[in-house]
């Protein structure tokens, strides 16, 4: 396996093995608010049932680590590989993604049988673990605490469409409103160096690192705010065609968007549903589950742009006022999702792990509120289509410098 990471320090059997409890209690403890029902249902083609995230987290393990390297291990069931397979084609076939929500069996205390009896091989696997195992584990972890946000991101579109308009978890709260205006600051410009720099855990498409040219540019050093955003709706963002590029326009005027994902206007207020449940709009709060259509639309009302990942990778790096925003939204780039000079993916299956996304996609930076905490860092690369809506995803502007 041709890893692009090193280990931390403390990557002996015992921490290897807190390190995996930990990571697989989190996916349980978000499991926990949701009943039975609630994980069966799969709302929409790109969003998967809850019991199968847990289910195919667990099928990762089994079939990456427990069968090639724990001696006289079998499969728990046979038919799992078949159901709980995503897209990795060397792994064998797979149930269709848009049918996962048919799949009632096993039932949600036979998936946690299941990841019960991965645990134990996995305990016995770590006890003395062969030397290509910990880089795989940490691959496996990484894998899992995405699989922890599309939990809560999945759920929650299928809460919304419930007319009771359910909370997930009613002491859920909203980020914060931001301290004031976002001020534009001066990018760092010229020759920088771009990607992972090789010191702990990174995905294969993060890398090589690499030198890019910047030319002077500005970015803002908060996010766009709901309040913002508003203004836009009032201007006649979603009106103007002009604003947008010719694919968003058609996708916004056929699915009929007149302001971001799981807002709805009651009585003249405008609300919005989350995972605390359905509240108002709070203008000063970053603006969330907008698609990257809207975002560049809003970007050129502004009279600004989207920063490029090197830009904003830059930016994030090296700018004492520049926040982060992790916790907040997965921010939009202006960047399509393509390999960087000189990418080798990993070898073998795990290797259908990003490079065969790469195009029709576009780049993400940052984090959100769903991400797992210490799972994101400045080199990190989420990438979703165009037109995706129901990530935590936002923006900040940029803008040629004079």
């Given at each position: 396996?041709?890893?692009?990471h090193?280990?931390?320090?403390?990557?002996?059997?015992?921490a290897?093995?807190?390190?995996?409890?930990?990571?697989?209690?989190?996916?349980?403890?978000?499991?926990?608010?949701?009943?039975p029902e609630?994980?069966?249902?799969?709302s929409?083609?790109?969003?998967?049932?809850a019991?199968?995230?847990?289910?195919h987290t667990?099928?990762?393990?089994e079939?990456?680590?427990?069968?090639?390297?724990?001696?006289?291990?079998?499969?728990v069931?046979?038919?799992?590989?078949?159901?709980?397979?995503?897209?990795?084609?060397?792994?064998?076939p797979?149930?269709?993604?848009?049918?996962?929500?048919?799949?009632?069996?096993?039932?949600?205390?036979?998936v946690a049988?299941?990841r019960?009896?991965?645990?134990?091989g996995?305990?016995?696997?770590l006890?003395?673990?062969?030397p290509?195992?910990?880089?795989?584990?940490?691959?496996?972890l990484?894998h899992?605490?995405?699989?922890?946000?599309?939990m809560?991101?999945d759920i929650l579109h299928?809460?919304?469409a419930?007319?009771?308009?359910p909370?997930?978890?009613?002491?859920?709260q909203?980020?914060?409103?931001?301290?004031?205006?976002?001020r534009?600051?001066?990018?760092p410009?010229?020759?920088?160096?771009?990607?992972?720099g090789?010191?702990?855990?990174?995905?294969?498409?993060?890398?090589?690192?690499?030198?890019?040219?910047?030319?002077p540019?500005?970015?803002?050093?908060?996010?766009?705010?709901n309040?913002?955003?508003l203004?836009?709706?009032?201007?006649?963002?979603?009106r103007?065609?002009?604003l947008?590029?010719?694919?968003?326009?058609?996708?916004c005027?056929?699915?009929?968007?007149?302001?971001?994902?799981y807002?709805e206007?009651?009585?003249?207020?405008?609300?919005?549903?989350?995972l605390?449940?359905?509240?108002?709009?709070?203008?000063?709060?970053?603006v969330c589950?907008?698609s990257?259509?809207?975002a560049?639309a809003?970007?050129?009302?502004?009279?600004?742009?989207?920063?490029?990942e090197?830009?904003?990778?830059?930016?994030a790096?090296?700018?004492p006022?520049?926040?982060n925003?992790?916790?907040?939204?997965?921010?939009?780039t202006?960047?399509?999702?393509?390999?960087?000079?000189g990418f080798?993916?990993?070898?073998?299956?795990?290797?259908?792990y990003?490079?065969?996304?790469?195009?029709?996609?576009?780049?993400?930076?940052?984090g959100?509120?769903?991400?797992?905490?210490?799972?994101?860092?400045?080199?990190?690369r989420?990438?979703?289509?165009?037109g995706?809506r129901?990530?935590f995803?936002?923006l900040?502007l940029a803008?040629?410098a004079?």
């Amino acid at each position: 396996m041709n890893v692009i990471h090193r280990q931390a320090a403390g990557t002996g059997a015992d921490a290897l093995v807190a390190r995996y409890r930990d990571v697989r209690a989190r996916t349980d403890a978000l499991t926990a608010p949701l009943s039975p029902e609630d994980q069966v249902v799969q709302s929409m083609p790109d969003a998967s049932p809850a019991k199968w995230h847990r289910a195919h987290t667990t099928w990762f393990f089994e079939t990456f680590l427990l069968l090639p390297f724990l001696p006289g291990y079998r499969r728990v069931r046979e038919e799992y590989a078949f159901l709980f397979n995503s897209y990795y084609e060397a792994a064998g076939p797979r149930h269709a993604r848009a049918m996962r929500g048919m799949v009632t069996r096993p039932s949600c205390d036979e998936v946690a049988e299941y990841r019960a009896a991965v645990d134990e091989g996995m305990a016995a696997l770590l006890r003395d673990p062969p030397p290509e195992v910990p880089a795989l584990l940490e691959l496996g972890l990484q894998h899992e605490q995405q699989h922890q946000e599309l939990m809560l991101t999945d759920i929650l579109h299928l809460l919304s469409a419930n007319p009771l308009r359910p909370a997930y978890d009613a002491a859920w709260q909203p980020p914060p409103a931001a301290a004031g205006p976002s001020r534009m600051l001066d990018g760092p410009r010229g020759l920088v160096e771009i990607g992972h720099g090789g010191n702990g855990f990174a995905f294969d498409n993060e890398a090589p690192r690499h030198p890019a040219y910047l030319s002077p540019y500005c970015i803002a050093d908060g996010l766009v705010t709901n309040g913002e955003w508003l203004a836009f709706m009032q201007d006649g963002g979603y009106r103007e065609p002009l604003l947008w590029m010719s694919e968003g326009w058609a996708m916004c005027q056929a699915e009929g968007w007149e302001a971001p994902l799981y807002w709805e206007e009651r009585d003249g207020e405008w609300m919005q549903f989350g995972l605390g449940g359905l509240r108002a709009v709070q203008p000063g709060s970053p603006v969330c589950h907008v698609s990257w259509y809207e975002a560049d639309a809003f970007a050129r009302w502004a009279g600004k742009r989207l920063p490029t990942e090197q830009e904003w990778e830059a930016a994030a790096t090296t700018l004492p006022g520049f926040a982060n925003a992790e916790g907040v939204g997965w921010q939009w780039t202006g960047s399509a999702y393509r390999p960087y000079p000189g990418f080798q993916p990993w070898a073998g299956a795990v290797g259908e792990y990003n490079g065969k996304f790469m195009i029709n996609q576009m780049v993400l930076r940052g984090g959100s509120l769903a991400t797992p905490p210490g799972h994101t860092r400045p080199s990190y690369r989420n990438f979703f289509a165009a037109g995706a809506r129901w990530q935590f995803s936002t923006l900040r502007l940029a803008e040629d410098a004079a």
